[in-house]
């Protein structure tokens, strides 16, 4: 069997079940947030009785993120619903915030979820993680299955901790070759979804494989795995091997079972990349599959970047803009906006050194070249959000974002340009204020 097959057969508690079998599965962790927690409590309540407990409080975590640095009325109730479920549940994760003004006063806000579970050690090998978010996908970095599921799912979920799954066939990507320096995960995931298309991979877990995926950190992983979706994916899923081991030391204290795809497990499709043949890539509007290399972008206009999300706003995220930018030594020439995923990534933004900057911290680098200053941690204006929501897109304009989506509208104005890009990618944009390919600042 594949991985996700095998995770699928223990969870089902199943010796043998092949793509296409329907089964009921035990979920080891539900996460939900402001978003899509009212209306899955709503379901629970309405199905369950509104007297109803959870099946288990320590593996339900609530995570408020998406929209809560805004006046706007109906997202600050939300916020408050969750919260209120939360103490009548006794929901042990809960990671609140309640002083809106400074961010910093709510020790236990954490921001964009995804980032989150991994920090906060929810994320584990083998288990079953589902999230009422199409990114949850992000955590089959860790080698486990994860998947977005809807609000009905998730009341369901919270009341049984059980959900009827579709085993899915299995794509393997085998990624080999040397790295270059000017690439980074997304461009490798940007490659994918522009081979393969945003339905390639429709109810289908793509495998990471190969040299190139056992040389990534845990962040860049995470990375490739987030954007699996994009393609139609069910699941993302990266073998856990020592890199996923070591991240994990210290942030959970629960056991895990790694699993393995044997070595006679049938895949849909192998595809082979040579990474060492690839170039720094963008997605034009208005698809993650419209792929072109960034250097045939070189006379597209820019009016702003955006550098954030689950996808783009990690602590690694962020040193790679600082490195581009510290090897230009220049100015920012169109608004740069920095929106780190979580507390922790502010706080290394503002106390990690950047390799070869004599101690300079990333807060320096990005204030040295002009960029805005590092905002609250949450999901920003990666999706838009309420009219206040910081850095979102209010006018036509065209923007290189180290997000996600570019679908009209996604950021605010259904007239706005979204390039989506890595962070190298987006920094050497910011200081051209054209699409620009960052290895014009990085040899």
């Known amino acids: 069997m594949t991985m996700t097959e095998k995770i699928f057969s223990r969870a089902s508690e199943k010796s043998q079940l092949i793509p296409g079998e329907n089964v009921w599965v035990n979920i ?21 009785g509104n007297d109803a407990k959870v099946w288990d409080r320590e593996k339900v975590v609530i995570i408020p993120d998406h929209y809560i640095f805004t006046s706007d009325e109906r997202a600050n109730r939300n916020v408050d619903i969750i919260r209120d479920f939360s103490h009548e549940q006794g929901i042990k994760y809960f990671y609140d915030i309640k002083d ?24 584990r090998p083998g288990e079953v993680l589902v999230g009422t978010d199409s990114h949850t996908c992000t955590a089959g970095a860790f080698g486990q299955f994860a998947t977005g599921i809807g609000n009905t799912d998730a009341g369901f979920v919270l009341g049984t901790g059980k959900l009827l799954l579709k085993v899915p066939p299995t794509l393997r990507f085998v990624l080999d070759g040397e790295m270059p320096d000017y690439l980074l995960a997304k461009d490798l995931i940007l490659q994918i979804i522009g081979e393969i298309s945003v339905s390639g991979a429709t109810y289908k877990a793509m495998e990471f494989v190969g040299s190139t995926v056992e040389s990534l950190t845990m962040e860049e992983r995470m990375t490739l795995c987030n954007m699996v979706v994009e393609a139609g994916g069910k699941n993302g899923i990266v073998p856990a091997d020592a890199t996923t081991f070591k991240y994990l030391e210290g942030k959970t204290s629960l056991p ?63 040193q790679a803009a600082a490195r581009v930018l510290l090897a230009s030594g220049e100015k920012v020439k169109v608004p740069t906006f920095l929106v780190p995923a979580t507390q922790k990534v502010w706080m290394d933004i503002y106390t990690l050194p950047v ?17 805005d200053t590092p905002t609250s941690p949450s999901c920003g204006a990666c999706l838009g959000g309420p009219k206040d929501t910081y850095a979102r897109i209010n006018e036509p304009q065209v923007c290189v974002s180290t997000t996600n989506r570019n679908f009209p509208g996604r950021m605010g104005h259904k007239d706005g340009q979204i390039y989506l890009a890595s962070p190298y990618t987006a920094a050497a944009s910011a200081l051209t204020g054209f699409v620009t390919d960052p290895r014009d600042f990085l040899h």
């Open 100 to 123: 809106l003004s400074n961010f910093k006063a709510n020790p236990d806000y954490k921001g964009v979820c995804h980032v989150a579970l991994a920090q906060e050690g929810h994320c």
């Open 256 to 318: 895990y079972e790694p699993v393995y795809s044997d070595g006679d497990a049938r895949f849909l499709q192998e595809y082979r990349i040579d990474v060492s043949k690839l170039e720094p890539l963008v997605a034009k509007p208005h698809s993650p599959d419209n792929r072109a290399l960034a250097r045939e972008c070189k006379d597209v206009k820019i009016d702003r970047v955006y550098i954030g999300s689950c996808t783009g706003g990690k602590t690694e995220d962020f």
């Open 355 to 371: 390799p070869g900057s004599g101690g300079k911290t990333m807060s320096q680098i990005f204030e040295a070249a002009g960029c």
């Open 28 to 48: 080891d962790i539900l996460m939900t947030h402001d978003v899509c927690g009212p209306g899955s409590i709503g379901i629970f309540k309405k199905e369950f």
